[in-house]
Structures are given as C-alpha cells and as structure tokens.
C-alpha cells in the first residue's frame, strides 16, 4: 500500500497511517472493512472485464441477474403509507387515518407468479381496519419452450378498482408503479449490491484466507496485499467501499488475528464434533460427505494459517487429528 485509503481530522493518526504505508515499515497485514450499500449500474461481463484487467480470480463472478428474482425482489420492497386528506397532524396517529399500499402474493405455478398491490385503510381514533382493496396486478408471466431458463419471463403491471383514489392517491399510485418498474428493469439487467457484497466476502474470506476479527472486519495477510489492491480498484468501480487499515507486525496485533481465528476455528470444531458423534448412531452417504467437505475446509483453513502466520496451533491441530479419526471410522462404514 503506497498511501493510506483513509485520511482523517487527526494529524496525529494520518500520519502513523501513512508511515505503516510505507513499503519499509513491516506489515502483518491489513483490517479489511467493506461497504456496500448503493453502487453504480455494473452488468457481469463488466465485471469480467475488470476482474481480467485486476488479474482477479474470475471465479468469483455472481450469475447474471434472473428476471424472475427482479420481480420478486422489486415487488417485495413495494411499499408505502401516507396520511389520507392531505399533510400529517402531530395527532395523527392516535385521530387521523392512514392508507398503506402494500404487496400481497396471489398466485405462484408454472406458468406465472401474481401479487396484488391492495390499498390498506386504518382509523387510528375507532382503531377499525378496513378490507383491502386491489389497486394493481403484478405478474409475472414465466418463459416457456425447450431450452428456456425457468427463471426468464416477463413482468406486467395493471392499475385496477382506482375509483375509489383521490387525485394525490392516484399520484403516490403512479410513482409507486413507476418505482417497481424501475427497479424490475434495474435489477435484470445489473448486478445487485447484495450479489456484490457476496462477491467480496467470498473472495476475502477463501481467496484471501481472511480471518474475521468482527463483523465486516477481516484480517488479511500481507502475502495478499498486491491481490487485495486489485479487489479494493474493483470495489470502487462498482461505486461501493473497501477500506484496508495497515496492521504492524507486533505481538499485539498478532495476539488479535490468533485470538479471533482461534475461536472461530474452535466454535467450528465443537459443532463439527457434535454432529459427527450424531451421525455415528445412523450414517448415510450424503450427510457423510457434507461432513467430511466441511472437514476438508477447516483443515485447510488450519494449514493455511499456520503457514502465513508460521504459527503452531497444536491444541487445535490435535483436536483435528481425533476427529479426522472418527472421520475415517465414518467413511469406512457399510451404510455410508
């Protein structure tokens, strides 16, 4: 890292920042936080571009955008409420009436999946509900023929029964049927910045053989840093954040990533121990070899670790070589 990726109000700090930048100052590594909330519009061959330029595993790709997950994820967040007669009283919630418009599921088959967008009035000062009334159709109209993904298809949208809708209801209507088209067009097309989040919490943690000292906070060794580089110039392509903070190489800082990957790494044990020992009782093929995957993972894991950090950790390496026995006596019985 040639310069800090965050500057601060304190002169104090930036400047130990930028001197743990410096290529001759030694690294364990980096905290690593990301940030994805909103990002630019990106489709997944423009992220195959980049990941080719970066030199980054393209492995990680997500899938392209599946229509029929546009649809459900833009009509899921349809939803809002206003107060009915015009502007909000400070009492309106304990005298006033409130409208909600929100997404109710009618139909799911083979051929088409319909919600129904219905107008939701309550009378906060007789506490009474009205019945809901379908102010709009929402399908999706599911692609057929040979060959055809199950996932492709067609969304339409109906306004229905506005009769009964004052003029600035049949406006909020209007943006609210705007707002899922938008975003129904929005997300076949472009990858989500949930699929981004998944990209690089999948590429830190088993790429990067991060250790996770927090939620969102990761460790990352400093053989990775010219890897990490690259993922942090792709985050910022796709309009999201990666921060990398410098991490000396002190007894401290070490007693932190072995403490936090020591205990991950523990928890992973016991419940991997625990359903070994339940699975002694009945064991069936399937659920032997997702037991011996999640084996492999923590053992590699383990190894990985012990190397980057050349650190032995010997309760942990024991703990591992008693369950790889049982492990065996597993994958040796007749019924698996």
Known sequence: ??????????????????????DDVALLGALVIYNVVDVDDVTVEDLRGDMDELELDPGYLPEPPRPIEAFEKATSAA??????????????TQTGQTVTLM?????RDETRIVRHL?????????????????????EFTRA??????????????????????????????????????????????YVSADRIRKLLRDYIERELAAVRIHNGVYFVHHQHLGVLAGLRELTQRCGAELTRVPLPDTSESREMVEGAFDAKIATDLKSLSRDLAREQADPKNYR?????KRFATIKT??????QQMDTQRTELADHLALLEQQMTSLLMSPEA
Request: aromatic fraction near 4%; proline fraction near 4%; hydrophobic fraction near 30%.
């Open 288 to 292: 032997v070899r997702a037991l011996h």
């Open 301 to 306: 894991s383990l190894a990985q670790h012990q």
């Open 103 to 107: 997404m109710r599921p009618v139909v």
């Open 144 to 189: 057929t023929g040979h060959g055809t993904d199950p996932g492709d298809g067609e969304m339409t949208i109906e306004q229905v029964n506005t009769d009964c809708l004052t003029p600035a209801e049949h406006q909020v209507l209007n943006e609210i049927v705007q707002q899922i088209t938008n975003e129904f067009e929005s997300r076949r097309r």
């Open 118 to 138: 219905v107008r939701e009035l309550v009378d906060h000062g007789n506490e009474e509900l009205s019945y809901e009334v379908e102010i709009a159709r929402c």
């Open 1 to 22: 890292m040639s310069a800090p990726d965050i500057t601060t109000n304190n002169a104090t700090f930036d400047g130990y920042l930028s001197q743990l930048a410096d």
């Open 79 to 92: 939803k809002t409420s206003y107060p009915l007669g015009g502007h909000r009283r400070r009492n309106h």
